[in-house]
């Protein structure tokens, strides 16, 4: 149980394009779900929380009319990265949690690793 | 500031040996504590949690870990490492009560298990 997945696993594209990366949870319903950077050979930072049906919660320093992130229902959520650029390179992951109170564990996706050239 | 530390960027450890990857936390409040690990080019997966109850917290693959309140730390542990225990470790914390449940992240250890 309590599976995520992402697609695509890893995209390459041009610069200037837009990206939209999938986050679905498979067995359970995700009130929350959040989108995580990493960098090589660093920890997650957090991007944004978004909560279904409405407006994610963006973390400060993250553009959101370049990551834009859209909760559309209990299992999906989506993020599209916005003319990409040679520096928005990195590994994204999402998760998922099934409620809204504090005990409950975060479950990730494999992560998309995206490379614009 | 509220954060977490892994005071050890890699930990190397003969295979069968026992393992202990650190975590310290400087939080206000009772925090949730958690253990994740991530295999190379893999998302995160979840190892286990402490919430309340009993200190010592048993999780996925063997692992367990000790919360303790007076030192604020909550070091990983197994008796016997195995080889593909190799892996990337985090520690991370969540803060209560917080609108968004965020969780703050410790660095990362490397966990290194040499046959």
Redesign the interface.
């Known amino acids: 149980g309590?599976v995520?997945s992402?697609h695509p696993s890893w995209v390459i594209c041009k610069s200037g394009t837009s990206v939209k990366i999938e986050c679905r949870s498979l067995d359970f319903q995700a009130t929350?779900m959040f989108w995580y950077r990493q960098f090589p050979k660093?920890?997650?930072m957090?991007m944004a929380?978004s909560n279904e049906g409405s407006k994610a919660?963006y973390e400060q320093g993250v553009e959101k009319d370049k990551f834009l992130i859209n909760h559309a229902s209990l299992t999906l959520s989506t993020l599209t990265v916005t003319s990409a650029h040679p520096e928005d390179s990195s590994?994204y992951?999402c998760?998922a949690?099934s409620g809204?109170?504090?005990?409950?564990?975060?479950?990730?996706?494999?992560?998309t690793?995206l490379t614009v050239l | 500031a509220q954060s977490v530390a892994q005071p050890e960027d890699q930990v190397n450890v003969a295979e069968g040996n026992p393992l202990t990857v650190k975590c310290t936390y400087s939080v206000s409040g009772n925090p949730y504590l958690f253990w994740y690990v991530q295999y190379p080019n893999r998302g995160l997966q979840f190892l286990l949690k402490y919430i309340t109850g009993d200190n010592l917290v048993k999780g996925s693959y063997g692992f367990e870990a000790e919360f303790n309140k007076s030192q604020t730390s909550f070091h990983l542990k197994k008796p016997s490492a195995l080889v593909s225990d190799s892996a990337l470790y985090f520690c991370a914390v969540r803060l209560t009560p917080r609108s968004n449940y965020q969780l703050i992240w410790g660095a990362g250890t490397k966990l290194i298990i040499k046959p």
């Open positions: 309590a995520v992402q929350t660093q920890s997650l957090l929380t919660t590994f992951i998760s949690s809204a109170t504090s005990t409950d564990t975060q479950y990730f996706g494999p992560g690793r």
